[in-house]
């Protein structure tokens, strides 16, 4: 198999620019043990797959050789500055949109100066790609695409990879239950903000380290629904997708609130 | 100074294809045109713009989402080159604008004091969103007006629309006392698309007109139904059905600018002039004036 090491992350910018918050300090610093675990798994490039990379006609892969800049996110303008740093496998890319195409998925190629990459992917690359030495492929969220098509993009990237010889990292970027506080807080007392949607979260996450894919299959739709979960949790299905749907289980090395909706780490035990 | 007032609003949409059509030196893509009548519809408001003489633009944008709250551009000038992530092969616009930091604060005080969470935006480094740099480059390309940006909680998104709604009021209810506080003459810009269903291709070229007209009749019939309650000031009517539009034409309106528009205007039974309406890849787009001046409800300067 093409794929070597497959994550869960989450995309919210709150563990990077504000990592001396408690909460959100361990999650930063499951982030970072996260990318010493990519590393050691020898990638020659990373699949990211974030939901905050919204898409509304086609379904884009980043093309461009090297995105570079300043990015500062909606919400948290605050906190700080997001800067990046990121070397795209356009040979990749290419090959990705080819197969995309052929899955019967209408697909486009984003190559532009200033094009706005998003938080998410901007989070995940700098944790767990830090110094940036690992190629990217980076692939946006059609809003319009269902868990199916989601999966049929991971398996899309395996392919390729698999085609070129790579061996592929599969980063999935997203949170878990979506119900956040609209209001100010103190952060250093950040929690899940819904006691149901905390319990479905360490429901799902159990079921990860235990590899129960079936029931996991099962739960996944009621779960997107009951807790908000971000964008239908197809973070979660892209890497589904990517690794053929089967992992012996995984180790979730920090679950968290951020700013009231749930975040996890997941590392997937793919041998 | 309390002798503030709004002199208008305009229902002003931002599909960037507006701006790819006309070929502004700001914009790196070229076109052959199109969006022609849409265009032209600005035109007029661009003209009574000029005999409006505003101290100051607000405009509420769709683009320029946030969770926790409202939040108000709060650095004096914001420079930069934005890039649409929908549409990057037609919008890549350089921008240099200038923010009324008094009246965004003042409007962030009120509102916060009318019981919503608001924040300033003070990061310089701040992309401003192409939902507001297309709506102000259409109204006002010369970009010699200050101007108040606003960000759309996602309120009617995350709570019930008439919940979200709510906000936007009470929003739009702090804009106008701060307006009138600041003793500015401002104009407000609702950036939003009536009938929201699109098609899920761009032809080739993008402005190929022959390509465009609405995607969904029925969100077609919606529009027409809202602009005729509008053309005749029956306000009171187009808010009552207002949410069974937004449910039936997946109407942009769900965002809040329309809403927050007409709250800070007091919702008056006021005719709207349309300038025009036009379809952008499908969707439903109206440019349209209430001129509180010319009704007698505010004074000229």
């Known amino acids: ?9 989450p995309g919210s910018p709150l563990p990077y620019v504000q990592r001396d918050n408690p909460p959100w300090g361990e999650i930063a610093a499951a982030m970072e043990t996260t990318g010493k675990a990519l590393a050691a798994s020898e990638p020659d490039l990373i699949a990211i797959y974030s939901t905050q990379w919204i898409a509304v006609l086609d379904q884009l892969w980043q093309t461009r ?36 195409a052929e ?13 706005p990459v998003d938080t998410g992917a901007i989070v995940a690359s700098n944790f767990l790609n830090p110094d940036g030495n690992i190629p990217l492929a980076i692939t946006s969220n059609n809003v319009y695409h269902d868990w199916q098509m989601t999966e049929s993009l991971g398996r899309v990237a395996a392919d390729s990879a698999s085609e070129l010889g790579r061996k592929l990292a599969v980063i999935g970027v997203g949170g878990l239950s979506g119900s956040i506080y609209r209001h100010v807080i103190n952060i250093s007392e950040d929690k899940i903000a819904d006691s149901a949607e905390d319990d479905w979260n360490r429901k799902i996450l159990s079921m990860m380290e235990q590899g129960d894919t079936e029931a996991l299959a099962k739960a996944c739709p009621d779960y997107a629904g009951a807790a908000r979960v971000d964008m239908g949790f197809k973070h979660f299905a892209f890497i589904l997708g990517a690794i053929g749907g089967n992992f012996n289980g995984a180790t979730v090395h920090a679950y968290g ?3 009231g909706s749930g975040g996890a780490v997941v590392e997937f035990d793919l041998d | 100074m309390n002798d503030g007032q709004i002199i208008a609003g305009f229902l002003a949409p931002h599909p960037p294809h507006l701006v790819y059509g006309e070929n502004p030196p700001q914009n790196e893509p070229r076109s052959q045109g199109g969006w022609e009548p849409l ?6 408001a661009r003209r009574s713009l000029e005999e409006l003489k505003p101290d100051v633009l607000l405009v509420h944008s769709p683009h320029w ?6 939040h108000f551009l709060g650095v004096r000038n914001l420079n930069g080159k934005s890039v649409d992530p929908i549409f990057p092969n037609l919008f890549r616009y ?3 604008l200038e923010v009324d930091v008094e009246l965004a604060e003042a409007c962030c005080n009120e509102a916060a004091d009318m019981g919503l969470t608001t924040k300033m935006m003070r990061n310089p480094n701040f992309r401003v969103d192409y939902g507001t740099i297309t709506t102000l480059h259409m109204i006002r390309p010369q970009w010699d007006i200050p101007v108040v940006g606003i960000s759309a909680n996602n309120s009617p998104y995350y709570l019930t629309t008439e919940e979200g709604l709510e906000e936007m009021d009470i929003l739009g209810k702090a804009t106008r006392k701060a307006i009138e506080q600041t003793g500015r003459r401002a104009v407000l810009l609702a950036s939003n698309t009536l009938c929201h269903y699109h098609f899920h291709e761009e032809p080739v070229p993008p402005e190929d007109m022959s390509q465009e007209h609405p995607q969904n009749y029925a969100g077609y019939l919606w529009d027409m139904r809202m602009i005729d309650l509008l053309r005749q000031g029956k306000i009171s009517e187009v808010f009552k059905v207002l949410p069974q539009f937004i449910d039936e034409a997946f109407a942009e309106v769900k965002s809040g600018a329309f809403t927050w528009m007409f709250a800070a205007m ?10 025009g309406y036009g379809t952008v890849i499908g969707t439903g787009n109206a440019v349209m004036e209430w001129n509180l001046i010319k009704a007698g409800l505010a004074k000229a300067a």
């Open chain 2, 39 to 44: 265009r032209w519809a600005y035109e007029h």
């Open chain 2, 65 to 70: 989402i946030t969770q926790q709250g409202h």
């Open chain 2, 94 to 96: 350089k921008f240099e």
């Open chain 2, 266 to 275: 007091d919702y008056p039974e006021l005719p709207g002039e349309l300038y």
């Open chain 1, 257 to 259: 609130p951020l700013y």
């Open chain 1, 65 to 100: 050789a090297v995105l570079q800049g300043l990015h500062v996110d909606e919400n948290w303008h605050e906190y700080g500055d997001l800067p990046f740093d990121m070397k795209i496998d356009v040979e990749f890319a290419e090959l990705a949109l080819k197969k995309t």
């Open chain 1, 103 to 115: 899955a019967g998925i209408k697909a486009k190629g984003v190559d532009y100066d200033h094009f």
């Open chain 1, 1 to 9: 198999m093409s794929v070597v090491s497959a994550f869960l992350v």
